[in-house]
């Protein structure tokens, strides 16, 4: 989350894939770079960011429309609706400050003025719990890459990972007993679970390559994550412009298997994409 990188193409393409007819489809084709697609409750609206900015997108009339942000003009990647749909939490740079020191903000799911959470930065948002309590992100503090969470509505972080290797793209599992992350603490990225507190951390995934940003289905049952090839990049290193691959697994790490390849990387599946059916994700493909 906190290396950026923009890619060469010139055409994005928002794809679903169902995993019970395991086949994939485009939605719409994008000129210029979009990110990180959100599928939200409704079943047909989807948010993604483009520009600095967040959008909104029904896939039943194929129409995108900007979202107000209002002083946050410099959105990456790392958004998440709360469990109730009511509101968007968002990363971003805070006015007046460079865009790596992103802080993260709330707003109303259908745009409107920011309100500031989460004053430290570097932070990037990546999980809501489904109470409606809690948030959990990546921060930079110090030299440490670490998972933090705090309330809601701002206020004391705690420190959930414990300073060894690089820890990213945390999320909470359905019944929020754990949050799901990745981490270089034994070497390569891998996909990692612990409890909603940090304790009981175990390394779900174990592969010749570098595992990414794990999103369980609403259900709870399955899991998919993104994969880089062992040489293409640094252990820590998620950028653009890969071969790289789409993996599913049950929720307990059991029977993984690829299946997407494609080129993307970064941007491609940093936020939790299921649809509430849970028979479908969406990604982005350059």
């Known amino acids: 989350t906190p290396i950026k990188s923009s890619a060469a193409s010139d055409v994005y393409k928002r794809q679903v894939y169902d995993i019970e007819k395991a086949e994939r489809k485009v939605l719409h084709e994008f000129e210029g770079v979009i990110e990180a697609p959100n599928w939200l409750k409704d079943g047909d609206t989807l948010l993604y960011n483009k520009d600095g900015r967040i959008w909104k997108y029904s896939i039943v009339s194929g129409?995108?429309?900007?979202?107000?942000?209002?002083?946050?003009?410099?959105?990456?990647?790392?958004?998440?609706p709360s469990s109730s749909n009511e509101e968007l939490y968002i990363s971003c740079a805070a006015q007046g400050e460079f865009e790596q020191v992103s802080k993260i903000f709330v707003l109303p799911i259908g745009g409107g003025i920011p309100r500031l959470v989460v004053e430290n930065g570097?932070?990037?948002?990546?999980?809501?719990?489904?109470?409606?309590e809690e948030?959990?992100?990546?921060?930079?503090?110090?030299?440490?890459?670490?998972?933090?969470?705090?309330?809601?509505v701002g206020g004391m972080e705690r420190r959930l990972t414990d300073g060894v290797g690089y820890n990213d793209g945390p999320e909470y599992s359905p019944d929020d007993r754990h949050i799901w992350f990745n981490s270089t603490r034994n070497g390569l990225m891998q996909v990692y679970r612990m409890n909603r507190d940090g304790s009981s951390l175990i390394q779900v995934t174990d592969s010749e390559s570098n595992n990414w940003f794990p999103h369980v289905s609403p259900d709870g049952?399955?899991?998919?994550?993104?994969?880089?090839?062992?040489?293409d990049l640094e252990v820590w290193q998620h950028v653009s412009d890969k071969n790289v691959k789409l993996w599913l697994m049950d929720y307990d790490g059991s029977n993984p298997?690829?299946?997407v390849s494609l080129f993307g990387g970064q941007g491609t599946i940093n936020v939790n994409s299921w649809a509430p059916d849970s028979c479908r994700f969406v990604f982005v493909s350059y």
């Open 221 to 231: 049952k399955k899991v998919v994550y993104l994969s880089f090839q062992k040489d």
């Open 257 to 259: 298997k690829c299946i």
């Open 135 to 152: 948030l959990a992100y990546c921060a930079i503090r110090g030299q440490s890459v670490d998972i933090y969470s705090t309330s809601i």
């Open 122 to 132: 570097p932070s990037y948002l990546h999980g809501c719990s489904n109470d409606g």
């Open 63 to 80: 129409k995108s429309h900007q979202l107000d942000t209002g002083e946050c003009n410099h959105c990456n990647n790392d958004h998440v």
